[in-house]
Nanobody, 121 residues
Framework: QVQLVESGGGLVQAGGSLTLSCVGS????????VGWFRQAPGKEREFVAS????????YYADSVKGRFTISRDNAKNTVYLQMNSLKPEDTAVYYCAVGKYSAEVADFGSWGQGTQVTISS
């Protein structure tokens, strides 16, 4: 079973950028779709972006489209989430997970522990 560790979160001002990393260990992520999700206090976990196993297809939530970019480096067993033009409403704990190439939380598993992203106005 793969273990996922997210990193790269932090506190930035609105309009700033962050890059999150999701590193897999235990086995290769090469054959998996990987998704990024986020959960704000008092809210349900929501889809942010996903990437298929080749990296050739990506899918984004409308709320982040044009601002966030998901990518992967299979040689490093790592998936990234580049976040630009950050807004206070992007504040949440961000999680990565492996599963089907979809936008559904239920299609993913092996969740990481999450990394906190806080955007100040």
């Amino acid at each position: 079973q793969v273990q996922l560790v997210e990193s790269g979160g932090g506190l930035v001002q609105a309009g700033g950028s962050l890059t999150l990393s999701c590193v897999g260990s235990g086995r290769t992520l090469r054959w998996d779709a990987v998704g990024w999700f986020r959960q704000a206090p008092g809210k349900e976990r929501e889809f942010v972006a996903s990437i298929n196993w080749t990296g050739g297809s990506t899918y984004y939530a409308d709320s982040v489209k044009g601002r966030f970019t998901i990518s992967r480096d299979n040689a490093k067993n790592t998936v990234y989430l580049q976040m630009n033009s950050l807004k206070p409403e992007d504040t949440a704990v961000y999680y990565c997970a492996v599963g089907k190439y979809s936008a559904e939380v239920a299609d993913f598993g092996s969740w990481g522990q999450g990394t906190q992203v806080t955007i100040s106005s």
